[in-house]
């Protein structure tokens, strides 16, 4: 057996070498937080393995979109799956600004002055609505006039990437790199309504079909195939539906707050995706409960010190 370590901390401790301790601390999430590290560490140096990154919209409303705009522009995954509230908040904060709240505020008050909660973000009219159909308006009619009337929702990100001239962006970097984003759920948040308002008059669509087509050509070729899963929802099950059909993920970890005992997907551990085959068998995983806007930077600044 091993032997549980006291944390020593001093002002020389890095974020990595804090977290190798969790990893000898045998203290609970931290431990798990410290495993899932080594694990992401592991399938992003597998030169076979093809890795996603999945994650809920909410994130993106904080300043958590800028530990996955550094994963997305230091290329460590191969494909995004997310929500359409991802593009609306992507979008929204490359041009305008959010703020800070408070969970107990008054929402009635809030509402009356224009201002939406998002937990304890405040997100102002006209810096979400107003602004995301400003911009998808023009975007949207420069595409009709350059002859692209059906996009994936892959061809639409990089599009959207393409014109969004703001490092702090999401969108932006993965269409530097060439990184595609998958959104499976695309009509369900601003940016897909204000699609839908343009296909009204236009003969524009989003073909959902051709995504699925690139994920199973990608998925069929992968020797191996790794995930970090944020949260659940569409972009969770999206990740974990596509690899059964290479014999499950070899490497995953989740991250959440969600309970399983209600058999929600969200709060579904990793070893019930092993009971259905979309998980391998002998995969290395961890699912870490945990909020993401925690975990994530220090995932991010621990995988910096080793990769």
Same mark, same amino acid.
């Given at each position: 057996?091993?032997?549980?370590?006291?944390?020593?901390?001093?002002?020389?401790?890095?974020?990595?070498?804090?977290? #190798?301790?969790?990893?000898?601390? !045998?203290?609970?999430?931290?431990?798990?937080?410290?495993? +899932? $590290?080594? =694990?992401?560490? *592991? @399938?992003?140096?597998?030169?076979?393995?093809?890795?996603?990154?999945?994650?809920?919209?909410?994130?993106?409303?904080?300043?958590?979109?800028?530990?996955?705009?550094?994963?997305?522009?230091?290329?460590?995954?191969?494909?995004?799956?997310?929500?359409?509230?991802?593009?609306?908040?992507?979008?929204?904060?490359?041009?305008?600004?959010?703020?800070?709240?408070?969970?107990?505020?008054?929402?009635?008050?809030?509402?009356? #002055?224009?201002?939406?909660?998002? !937990?304890?973000?405040?997100?102002?009219?006209?810096?979400? +609505? $107003?602004? =995301?159909?400003? *911009? @998808?308006?023009?975007?949207?009619?420069?595409?009709?006039?350059?002859?692209?009337?059906?996009?994936?929702?892959?061809?639409?990100?990089?599009?959207?990437?393409?014109?969004?001239?703001?490092?702090?962006?999401?969108?932006?970097?993965?269409?530097?790199?060439?990184?595609?984003?998958?959104?499976?759920?695309?009509?369900?948040?601003?940016?897909?309504?204000?699609?839908?308002?343009?296909?009204?008059?236009?003969?524009?669509?989003?073909?959902?079909?051709?995504?699925?087509?690139?994920?199973?050509?990608?998925?069929?070729?992968?020797?191996?195939?790794?995930?970090?899963?944020?949260?659940?929802?569409?972009?969770?099950?999206?990740?974990?539906?596509?690899?059964?059909?290479?014999?499950?993920?070899?490497?995953?970890?989740?991250?959440?707050?969600?309970?399983?005992?209600?058999?929600?997907?969200?709060?579904?551990?990793?070893?019930?995706?092993?009971?259905?085959?979309?998980?391998?068998?002998?995969?290395?995983?961890?699912?870490?409960?945990?909020?993401?806007?925690?975990?994530?930077?220090?995932?991010?600044?621990?995988?910096?010190?080793?990769?």
């Amino acid at each position: 057996m091993k032997i549980v370590k006291d944390f020593k901390i001093d002002k020389k401790t890095s974020v990595d070498e804090l977290v #190798k301790q969790m990893s000898e601390s !045998g203290g609970f999430t931290s431990k798990k937080l410290a495993v +899932g $590290i080594e =694990i992401v560490e *592991k @399938m992003i140096k597998d030169k076979d393995s093809l890795n996603f990154l999945s994650f809920p919209a909410d994130i993106i409303a904080t300043g958590t979109r800028g530990v996955i705009k550094s994963l997305v522009e230091k290329k460590l995954f191969h494909i995004l799956i997310t929500t359409c509230g991802t593009l609306d908040h992507d979008l929204a904060r490359s041009f305008k600004d959010y703020f800070h709240g408070d969970f107990n505020m008054d929402d009635r008050d809030l509402h009356k #002055k224009g201002i939406n909660r998002l !937990g304890n973000v405040l997100v102002p009219n006209d810096s979400y +609505g $107003i602004i =995301i159909e400003k *911009k @998808m308006r023009e975007i949207l009619d420069e595409l009709w006039k350059e002859g692209k009337k059906e996009l994936s929702t892959c061809e639409l990100c990089w599009e959207l990437g393409k014109r969004i001239e703001n490092k702090s962006s999401i969108l932006h970097w993965a269409y530097v790199n060439k990184i595609p984003i998958i959104v499976p759920g695309i009509t369900d948040g601003a940016v897909g309504y204000q699609i839908w308002m343009f296909s009204q008059d236009h003969d524009f669509k989003i073909n959902l079909l051709k995504d699925e087509q690139f994920l199973n050509d990608k998925v069929w070729k992968a020797k191996k195939s790794g995930a970090l899963i944020i949260g659940g929802g569409i972009s969770k099950h999206h990740v974990i539906w596509w690899n059964q059909f290479k014999d499950g993920l070899d490497y995953a970890v989740y991250i959440s707050t969600a309970v399983e005992y209600d058999g929600s997907l969200s709060g579904a551990k990793p070893h019930e995706a092993v009971s259905w085959g979309k998980i391998n068998e002998k995969a290395d995983f961890v699912s870490i409960e945990e909020d993401a806007t925690v975990a994530l930077p220090i995932i991010l600044a621990s995988l910096q010190e080793r990769i």
